[in-house]
């Protein structure tokens, strides 16, 4: 009828464009390109291949190699470091980087009224942490310096033996200033947008694509082999599936698209690979609530959770058990056992069996202990998590239903599942409107401070009312300690606090993330603890 | 959906009726009719079947709905009669004790729509004039604005807040709380077009002779409203009931694909189906997750739809 | 006439109204757009963030704002007009997609939905009015009961049930199709059936009903007894009288439809706005949710006062006064 010739007419206005070299599918629409305000994943993905920084993430180990700073010098005592920038470094619009526009770039992410919510990162920064919380608004006394056209002087408030890898950080990159100063915020929709990655922006149609191209003028063109690059959003674990068996994609890099009920299958196809990464699902005990402010009540609860059930059957994707915080091999950091480590690191099922036994005696004492004999006169309390919806996994749900299940079985306790939608689930979770709640940690940088960090005192990652000034001491004691043996060790004494004597939160596992691509067609993309995986190094083969 | 007025039902013919039925009732004629309606008939006796067993399995059943069990994703066996679930939960149960959930949130759902539609559309409808127009004025205003922002806020919003009221009054009610709040919040959004159909009914039979009649006589708006009106605005009313049933029931499965549904363990025949919809995919499908709950909830809003037509047809004077 | 110029009036404080409940309705909700698994690097910089985007106004200053009628001192010390606002045709900043305008959003993603909304539309007329008429012509027999059985069917089977199904079957088991994104006429195919068939369903049962209302009433009977074919009674008499219904409902319908769906949208991953109203409002995108708002409510009007225009045309008895 009229209709399907007017809707064919629509559709000869959409631009037929050729393939690009590679299509990967990044997740769900990104909120912006803007490297210092960004705050998700698929955003950074995006914004890494377009803007760049001192240095960059290593393809392979995901740690700082060299970017526009060709090498760096650093002092003794570990504070302060001289790089050395690229000569003849330009953004892709031919404009020249130097040294000022480090400085400007740094100083402008740590400037509030940029509102970066990362800008937390600069409080490694000499002068950052004033900056940052608004206490100083003296830019000039940010520990960063120009000494000349090519060199970039940094000092740190403490030694920071990863500071290289923050400097690959996106917020840390360099971007253009006269750019910003013409637009303000919106200056990422220029056109022509001088970019200081790997790539450039050539369009971006928001919740279908956004199409890059190489950038000629980039320190490392040489190597980098795609000439058009195509980020998909979206948002359907199935239809990710479906576009991948299909071929409309070659690269599924964002986790929470892959459909996890088919995990046991997926896992045993050549184009999906698992890889462990730096992040700990764990359960938030809201410890200014009665019964939860008693520790042992806590350890109850946490002896009696069967993590190896939940991840053979729920997750199912090889993950770890965990009973610390801090993923192992976290920057070469090993954590101490926590609570229950007797089960999460038994290598067979009669170890594991009997140190479940074990531990379920032990809960039941301490639960009585607590003045709650079998479970008796417990109130109930709900558990919280935020409810998985549009065709999106129901993991933290499942893991509710086994949890609660558990709690019945071996401790009487009658706990409520209360799934609620995300923002909810955050906004409860800051407001500590909650009893328990599922939670998570993605780490930043390989350190395991990355992960400590969180459950300072004052810290706004906390969420679970939990202060401890013994913990916040050795933190910052080992910050200030430049022997990285006895700084671990700080961090251990630290973490056993936390996991093993107070146990403000239950560790579950460590994550195993999943991503999709045929290594006969697609190459360049390795596994590495950050998760990181920089465009300028994936390839087709031929 | 406008203000013109649909073509009214015609003068009554007697042609088609035997003499013996003159003398029956206009209700009991409907009953007649409705019963030489054998669809109708049929989707009456399976509803009746599922509410059946929507009692009576969740409580016999040698499984639990809600506990697990170490035989995860078994196929259809004697023991589990549509298999078992990632939790090893036998499906049967929870298929029918899903059942109950949605006929539940479809009846409340349904009766909270019905009672302030009706009420809103005889008062809109009998009173007419200045009030009429504001009164559907605002029902213009609430039907352009889109159900899944309002849904989304109800249930964001108050939930909490409901949920604390519950659990004052009694702390056992509060697992109720989300599904009670879940039948208010899908009634809230579905009176609008009961609304509209029971003023247009008024409407057209404010100006007929017994009404007429009876005000003249000096009877009070309340007698009239109640004992008149009411009694004719029932039949298209409960035509409606059986069609807005089902409405519901899809709306709530599509707010647990949104994951706004029933709060686990518990669950719906849609959260059912909205968990086993994943299970469509190229490389391994456990049917049995989507194919029951899907049957059973397909055949009974089939069911439903063919009972509305029926009482629809029934109620009509003209159906042969 | 007078009757539809003083309804088109009537349209902009209409949606003046709704666009006001919705900017009130979606900000009572809890938690803000703003609100991330990660704290922001300190209060300074949340604070900021706030700012930014006037959410540390107070309603009213922000909803004056967002009308375009908010006067605010400069630095310089003068008072003047805040920039941009409804007055000046600026929805706003979308506060998730924070490079793009709402007005920006709406644009690219609309004519998809619309072109995917107008083919289910002609789908659901091309399925419903023939089966319609079958059924009711073939009442009480197997044609009428497979054909209303289909039609009650596609009604009672959730969309995200259909859509995949339509995928694995003729996507990916018989590879006819493409499985989803947007732009080659191939692609749009399985979204329109998927789309379509729950409309379908209604307009079957819908032309069903109004044919059998036809059919028996007295005009009809005045036909046949002047000896004028069946088919002539059918077509020519019965139909147009048949297909009120449709087109009453056709107002809701087309507005269902070109606002896209989100079920369809998300499975097939087609870039239309559809999933930007249930994704807006549980990301709590003020300035989105109140902009879909507006499209819809306008939208919805303008079909409606169009259907009762068309109701008025092809129905001599109806009459607005």
């Given at each position: ?42 955003d950074?993905?995006?914004?890494g ?99 000349d ?98 071929g ?34 764990f ?20 002896l ?61 004492r ?26 999106g ?17 071996h ?57 401890n ?5 050795l933190l ?46 697609v ?10 995986h ?5 390839y087709r083969?031929? | ?41 049929i ?17 016999l ?159 009070s ?16 009313v ?17 707010l ?65 | ?64 704002r ?9 630095p ?5 007009r ?39 539309f ?18 009480g ?26 995928i ?8 006819w ?53 069946e ?24 507005a269902?439809?070109?606002?896209g769906?989100?079920?369809v ?23 989105m ?23 008025s ?9």
């Open positions: 009828m009229a209709l399907l010739i007017l809707g064919l007419f629509v559709f000869t206005s959409c631009q037929p464009q050729r393939r690009a070299d590679l299509i990967i599918l990044n997740g769900p629409e990104i909120e912006t390109l803007d490297p210092q305000v960004l705050t998700g994943q698929a950074g993905r995006v914004s291949a377009l803007f760049e920084g001192l240095s960059r993430f290593d393809a392979v180990t995901g740690r700082g190699v060299p970017g526009w700073a060709e090498r760096w010098d650093v002092s003794p005592n570990g504070r302060s470091y001289t790089f050395h920038l690229r000569t003849n470094a330009t953004f892709s619009t031919g404009e020249p980087i130097t040294a000022d526009d480090f400085v400007w770039s740094w100083r402008h992410a740590a400037d509030p009224l940029t509102a970066a919510d990362y800008s937390g990162f600069f409080f490694y920064v000499k002068g950052g942490r004033e900056l940052v919380t608004g206490a100083s608004t003296n830019f000039a006394s940010l520990g960063i310096r120009a000494r056209r090519h060199t970039v002087e940094v000092d740190l408030t403490n030694p920071t033996p990863f500071f290289i890898d923050l400097c690959a950080m996106r917020i840390m990159a360099v971007v253009p200033r006269w750019t910003i100063e013409k637009y303000g915020d919106q200056w990422v929709r220029a056109d022509p947008l001088p970019c200081s990655g790997a790539f450039q922006l050539m369009s971006w149609r928001p919740n279908d694509r956004i199409r890059v191209r190489k950038n000629p003028r980039y320190w490392d063109a040489a190597t980098v082999q795609l000439e058009r690059v195509d980020f998909l959003s979206g948002d359907s674990p199935t239809t990710s599936l479906n576009l991948l068996l299909t409309e994609v070659d690269v599924l890099i964002e986790r929470n698209l892959i459909p996890l009920e088919l995990n046991d299958v997926l896992l045993k196809r050549p184009d999906f690979h698992t890889f462990s990464y730096l992040g700990t699902y359960i938030r005990f809201n410890v200014t609530r009665k019964p939860f402010d008693d520790v042992r009540v806590r350890k109850a609860i946490s009696v959770l069967d993590k190896r059930r939940i991840v053979e059957r729920i997750t199912r994707l090889g993950e770890r058990p965990a009973s610390a915080l801090t993923p192992p091999g976290t920057g070469g950091y090993n954590p101490p056992p926590g609570l229950g480590d007797n089960a999460s690191s038994a290598t067979n099922a009669t170890d594991y069996a009997a140190a479940r036994a074990v531990n379920i005696v032990e809960a039941k301490l639960l009585a202990q607590a003045g709650y004999p079998d479970g008796t006169g417990f109130p109930s309390f709900t558990y919280m998590f935020n409810a998985g919806g549009g065709g996994s129901r993991t933290h749900e499942q893991i509710g239903v086994e949890f609660q299940s558990m709690l019945r079985e401790l009487v306790l009658q706990m409520e599942l209360r799934p609620v939608e995300w923002k909810t689930y955050l906004s409860e979770m800051s407001l500590l409107n909650y009893d328990i709640i599922r939670g998570s940690w993605i780490g930043d940088y390989q350190d395991p401070t990355t992960f400590l960090d969180c459950f300072l005192g004052d810290s706004g990652n906390n969420r679970t009312g939990w202060r000034p013994t913990y916040d001491g910052d004691q080992a910050a200030a300690t430049p022997d990285p043996k006895k700084r671990f060790e700080l961090l251990r004494q630290a973490e056993t606090l936390l996991t093993l004597d107070e146990v403000p939160i239950i560790p579950v596992y460590n994550y195993t993330g999943l991503y999709a691509f045929d290594p006969q067609r190459g360049g993309i390795h596994t590495n603890l950050t998760d990181e920089p465009i300028w190094a994936m083969k031929r | 959906m406008s203000e013109s007025k649909l073509p009214q039902n015609g003068p009554s013919m007697v042609s088609s009726i035997s003499v013996e039925a003159v003398h029956l009732s206009p209700n009991q004629k409907t009953w007649r009719r409705l019963c030489a309606n054998r669809p109708a008939l989707s009456a006796a399976f509803i009746a079947l599922v509410m059946l067993l929507a009692i009576g399995v969740p409580l059943s040698p499984h639990d709905a809600v506990h697990g069990s170490d035989s995860q994703f078994a196929p259809p066996s004697l023991a589990h009669w549509f298999g078992t679930d990632v939790h090893g939960r036998d499906v049967f149960t929870r298929v029918f004790a899903g059942a109950r959930i949605s006929l539940l949130v479809g009846a409340v759902g349904t009766v909270v729509s019905l009672i302030i539609g009706v009420c809103w559309g005889m008062i809109a409808g009998y009173v007419g004039g200045r009030t009429d127009n504001f009164m559907m004025r605002f029902v213009d205003i609430l039907y352009a604005l889109p159900s899944i922002v309002f849904v989304i806020v109800l249930i964001t919003t108050l939930e909490g807040f409901v949920k604390q009221w519950i659990t004052a009054i009694s702390p056992a009610l509060a697992p109720a709380g989300r599904m009670m709040f879940l039948f208010v919040g899908l009634g809230a959004v579905s009176w609008l077009t009961m609304a509209r159909i029971v003023r247009g009914q008024v409407l057209s039979l404010r100006s007929r002779p017994f009404v007429l009649a009876s005000q003249s006589l000096g009877a708006n309340r007698r009239i409203l109640f004992h008149h009106i009411l009694p004719n605005v029932i039949g298209i409960i035509v409606y009931l059986t069609l807005t049933v089902p409405a519901i029931i899809l709306y709530e499965s599509f647990s694909y949104l994951g706004l549904g029933i709060q686990p363990p518990a669950a719906s025949l849609g959260t059912l189906i909205a968990e086993g919809a994943a299970q469509i995919n190229p490389l391994r499908v456990f049917w049995w997750l989507i194919v029951g709950p899907g049957c059973v909830l397909a055949l009974t809003l089939l069911a439903l739809n063919f009972l509305g037509d029926g009482l629809r047809d029934a109620f009509d004077p003209r159906s042969s | 006439m007078n009757y539809f110029l003083r309804r088109l009036l009537f349209m902009l404080p209409l949606t003046l109204v709704i666009v006001t409940l919705a900017f009130f309705l979606v900000r009572v909700a809890p938690g803000g757009p703003f609100d991330r698994e990660r704290k922001p690097a300190s209060p300074a910089v949340e604070r900021a963030l706030a700012e930014k985007y006037h959410l540390d106004e107070s309603l009213i200053s922000q909803y004056l967002f009308l375009g009628l908010k006067w605010e001192r400069t310089g010390g003068s008072l003047r805040a920039p941009g606002g409804l007055v000046a045709g600026d929805l706003g900043l979308s506060l998730k997609y924070r490079n793009h305008t709402v007005t920006d959003i709406i644009l690219q993603g609309l004519p998809v939905s619309l072109t995917l909304g107008f083919l289910a002609g789908f659901a007329l091309a399925m419903g009015l023939p089966l319609g008429f079958y059924t009711a012509v073939r009442r027999h197997w044609g009428d009961w497979i054909g209303s059985l289909f039609a009650l069917l596609v009604i009672c089977i959730p969309g995200f049930v259909i859509g995949p199904l339509l694995l079957g003729f996507a990916l088991k018989a590879g199709f493409p499985v989803g994104l947007w732009g080659a006429p191939l692609q749009a195919v399985l979204p329109m059936v998927a789309l379509g068939l729950y409309f379908g369903g209604r307009v079957t049962r819908l032309t069903r009903e109004g044919m059998t209302q036809a059919l028996q009433s007295e005009y009809i009977r005045t036909a046949r007894a002047k000896g004028a074919s088919l002539q009674v059918l077509l020519k008499h019965a139909l147009p009288t048949a297909v009120m219904p449709v087109v009453s409902y056709s107002g809701p319908m087309l269902d439809l070109l606002t769906s989100f079920v949208e998300n499975i097939f991953q087609i870039p239309g706005i559809g999933v930007f109203m249930v994704n807006s409002s549980l990301s709590r995108d003020y300035t949710v109140v902009g879909l708002v507006m499209l819809y409510a306008v939208l919805l009007l303008v079909l409606n006062l169009l259907v009762d225009l068309a109701y045309l092809l129905d001599p008895r109806v009459r607005y006064e």
